[in-house]
């Protein structure tokens, strides 16, 4: 794919970036020849291919969910400094 000017213009006009016209030739080049490999990708045949998120596999790494016996209610409630009805109080901090 050739890049132009215009091009760069464009790209640096959305990015909000500025590029100099002494850079203007350098990035012209770097970007044309990204492209022209993004081509080159394209041409590859993926349709045997799964789709992946990551490059390696990956697995779970979270423990099983064991049900194991807790604090009861009473204990917990214990060192509150504000509770009621059997649970946590804590002060308002929205208007109503």
């Known amino acids: 794919m050739k890049v132009t000017e215009q091009d760069i213009k464009t790209v640096a006009s959305l990015s909000r970036l500025r590029i100099r016209d002494e850079e203007k030739a350098e990035v012209t080049a770097q970007l044309d020849k990204f ?3 993004v081509e080159n990708l394209q041409a590859i045949d993926t349709t045997n291919i799964e789709p992946t998120t ?3 596999p ?3 790494v979270f423990r099983a969910d064991i049900v194991k016996p807790s604090l009861d209610r009473d204990s917990a409630l214990s060192n509150a ?3 009621e009805d059997g649970y946590f109080k804590v002060p308002r901090v929205l208007e109503a």
């Open 58 to 60: 990956m697995q779970n």
């Open 54 to 56: 990551y490059a390696l």
């Open 81 to 83: 400094p504000l509770k």
């Open 35 to 37: 492209l022209t490999y």
